[in-house]
């Protein structure tokens, strides 16, 4: 029986001890901040028979919801079959235990980690100082991410469910058939966003929930969270009119594996310059058209639109020659993708404690950054 070493973190760690994979293991487990809605966690493990044991390195991933456990469980199984995720060691009781990835995701690299086998290679690697290392440019971290998103809707349903790249059979262990992968319905999204939001806004105003939940009505009454709000519900109505209207020009036969969420952070490095960049968090993955990723693309990370010549460019270069098309429709996704993150993250400042101060903050800061980007995308889509 393996035990847990130590934890600076007391909520669910001791939980991964549990796990069959970590039998007959020691563990140190270490939170990882960088998902705000799931418990995250490092896991140095060691076998416990010797001393000079070398230790491996894992992430542990607990989910809130079974569904979104389930998608991102099959969606990584499925592309770390082909290189484009961190391998899958594990996946129980809405625990998922994967591959620790040493290099940085894109929102904290600097160019220098491009060239990991050379610096690793050179004599004088130690010569790179860390106040000379530059953070990575806006173009920079857009072709990085077009490579990794091109990469992925390569991928069909089910041709890649069942052979590898040049038709190979794949066996069941290896590679799932992505059945728990649904096809996007926005329209459904925006609708159940906004009644989550009516429900706790209500919830909210009722006497009985005020007496017992005191911090969330203070919060949830704060003039500019109301404003929020109320903004928000007259941007999903908007939202959806546009989503209704894409999802009547929508081929099924041209819907892909999607990640659904291909922000800055959520995209590594390579470890080589013959690797594919790669991807986690696949619990917004589905099957949608290519233009509502990048769409998507662009609202969570906050892109200006003149960037989309860059990302059809790079687009078409890593995806057969296929281009994008034009700009419209991207521009309509990313219109609705800035409600959906936007009611999003105000839902989880919402339901924040008292004691979660700094996250409902952070929630609270993103949610007014998608506002904002809808505001200014509001201008530019006809009819709204």
Same mark, same amino acid.
């Given at each position: 029986?393996?035990?847990?070493?130590? %934890?600076?973190?007391?909520?669910?760690?001791?939980?991964?001890?549990?796990?069959?994979?970590?039998?007959?293991?020691?563990?140190?487990?270490?939170?990882?901040?960088?998902?705000?809605?799931?418990?995250?966690?490092?896991?140095?493990?060691?076998?416990?028979?010797?001393?000079?044991?070398?230790?491996?390195?894992?992430?542990?991933?607990?989910?809130?919801?079974?569904?979104?456990? /389930?998608?991102?469980?099959?969606?990584? /199984?499925?592309?770390?079959?082909?290189?484009?995720?961190?391998?899958?060691?594990?996946?129980?009781?809405?625990?998922?235990?994967?591959?620790?990835?040493?290099?940085?995701?894109?929102?904290?690299?600097?160019?220098?980690?491009?060239?990991?086998?050379?610096?690793?290679?050179?004599?004088?690697?130690?010569?790179?100082?860390?106040?000379? /290392?530059?953070?990575?440019?806006?173009?920079?971290?857009?072709?990085? !991410?077009?490579?990794?998103? &091109?990469?992925?809707?390569?991928?069909?349903?089910?041709?890649?469910? !069942?052979?590898?790249?040049?038709? %190979?059979?794949?066996?069941?262990?290896?590679?799932?058939?992505?059945? =728990?992968?649904?096809?996007?319905?926005?329209?459904?999204?925006?609708?159940?966003?906004?009644?989550?939001?009516?429900?706790?806004?209500?919830?909210?105003?009722?006497?009985?929930?005020?007496?017992?939940?005191?911090?969330?009505?203070?919060?949830?009454? $704060? &003039?500019?969270?109301?404003?929020?709000?109320?903004?928000?519900?007259?941007? &999903?109505?908007?939202?959806?009119?546009?989503?209704?209207? $894409?999802?009547?020009?929508?081929?099924?036969?041209?819907?892909?594996?999607?990640?659904?969420?291909?922000?800055?952070?959520?995209?590594?490095?390579?470890?080589?310059?013959?690797?594919?960049?790669?991807?986690?968090?696949?619990?917004? &993955?589905?099957?949608?058209?290519?233009?509502?990723?990048?769409?998507?693309?662009?609202?969570?990370?906050?892109?200006?639109?003149?960037?989309?010549? $860059?990302?059809? =460019?790079?687009?078409?270069?890593?995806?057969?020659?296929?281009?994008?098309?034009?700009? @419209?429709?991207?521009?309509?996704?990313?219109?609705?993708?800035?409600?959906?993150? @936007?009611?999003?993250?105000?839902?989880?400042?919402?339901? /924040?404690?008292?004691?979660?101060?700094?996250?409902?903050?952070?929630?609270?800061?993103?949610?007014?950054?998608? $506002?904002?980007?809808?505001? %200014?995308?509001?201008?530019?889509?006809?009819?709204?």
């Amino acid at each position: 029986m393996g035990k847990l070493i130590s %934890t600076n973190h007391s909520d669910l760690s001791a939980t991964i001890l549990s796990l069959d994979f970590f039998q007959e293991k020691n563990i140190k487990v270490e939170p990882l901040t960088g998902g705000l809605n799931n418990h995250v966690y490092k896991v140095i493990s060691s076998d416990g028979v010797s001393s000079g044991a070398s230790e491996d390195v894992y992430v542990a991933k607990h989910f809130h919801h079974y569904d979104a456990w /389930r998608t991102e469980s099959e969606v990584q /199984r499925f592309l770390a079959s082909r290189q484009l995720a961190p391998q899958v060691y594990c996946a129980k009781d809405q625990w998922l235990v994967t591959e620790y990835i040493e290099q940085p995701s894109l929102a904290d690299a600097c160019e220098e980690d491009i060239y990991t086998e050379q610096v690793s290679n050179a004599q004088n690697d130690s010569a790179i100082k860390s106040d000379k /290392r530059k953070k990575l440019t806006l173009n920079q971290k857009i072709v990085q !991410s077009t490579a990794a998103m &091109a990469k992925l809707h390569q991928l069909s349903h089910k041709e890649d469910a !069942s052979s590898d790249g040049d038709g %190979t059979s794949l066996t069941t262990d290896k590679v799932s058939t992505l059945d =728990e992968v649904s096809a996007l319905d926005l329209p459904a999204v925006l609708t159940d966003l906004v009644g989550q939001l009516t429900e706790i806004e209500y919830m909210g105003e009722a006497p009985s929930f005020q007496q017992s939940n005191t911090q969330f009505t203070k919060f949830a009454q $704060l &003039a500019d969270v109301k404003v929020l709000i109320d903004s928000f519900k007259v941007g &999903a109505q908007k939202a959806i009119n546009v989503a209704h209207a $894409l999802a009547k020009e929508t081929n099924p036969d041209e819907l892909v594996l999607v990640h659904g969420d291909v922000n800055f952070a959520n995209v590594f490095f390579p470890k080589n310059s013959a690797s594919n960049p790669l991807l986690i968090d696949f619990e917004a &993955a589905s099957f949608a058209p290519v233009s509502y990723e990048i769409g998507m693309f662009l609202a969570i990370n906050q892109l200006p639109l003149a960037v989309f010549e $860059l990302i059809n =460019e790079k687009y078409a270069e890593y995806n057969n020659n296929n281009k994008l098309g034009g700009s @419209g429709v991207v521009t309509c996704y990313a219109f609705c993708a800035s409600i959906v993150n @936007g009611i999003w993250f105000l839902l989880q400042a919402l339901e /924040r404690s008292e004691q979660q101060h700094n996250q409902q903050t952070i929630y609270l800061a993103k949610a007014k950054q998608q $506002l904002s980007y809808f505001i %200014t995308l509001s201008n530019i889509i006809p009819n709204t």
